[in-house]
């Protein structure tokens, strides 16, 4: 049977104690989150970050050297947890599209459910080059695993796996960029995995079912 989907960043994991820096890096984060669930990142402000953690301005650059670097340790547990979520979906028994189906399903619900960091990230990717690097860095790592579920499970293709799977990929970066900074007219999640599934199947099976 495969994984049910579970949404990504609201697991319960065992409470441990911290290192005094770890809970102030931690601390900064939650009040960037909490900002930038009222306004957009270029509009969120230092000195109201470090005011809402309860610390010096000073403590947020000895962490940061930016805002767009405190979004990309924001989003960072994130996406590994989305990366291991999706992964194991797309790799686990069953029907290949079915697993197929539920991956899909999983990465535009976690894209959903933490629509303020995403747009956060996409917004220090488009101002920041290093903070773009590590995005494409992020992508590269789906597309490692999405070549090898390629070339196992995809019927008489005629490009590279790797190929495939960048296009599939930026497919995915794009149509979800969009849905979460536009209004759609209507446009659902379950709308954006219907299509995305439609293209990914008829990709790598040659036809929807």
Known sequence: MPAEVVPIGRRRNPI???????????????????????????????????????????????????????????????????IAAVGAMINSEGDPRDTLALALEQLVQSWLAQRTQFQAMLDARDADIETRQIWEAWLRRYEDFVADYIDEHAESLDVDSHDLA????????????????????????????????????????????
């Open 166 to 209: 960048h296009s599939l990929i930026s497919l995915n970066e794009r149509v979800l960029e969009r849905f979460l900074r536009s209004d759609n007219d209507g446009l659902t999640a379950d709308r954006v995995h219907a299509a995305l599934f439609h293209i990914w199947s008829a990709s790598l099976f040659g036809g929807h079912r």
């Open 16 to 82: 441990r104690p911290q290192p005094r820096g770890e809970q102030r890096r931690r601390q900064l984060l939650a009040a960037l989150s909490s900002q930038l669930e009222r306004q957009p990142l270029a509009e969120v402000s230092i000195a109201a970050v470090t005011d809402a953690a309860g610390l010096a301005r000073s403590a947020f650059y000895f962490y940061f050297s930016s805002k767009n670097e405190a979004v990309t340790y924001l989003l960072s547990d994130i996406f590994d947890e989305q």
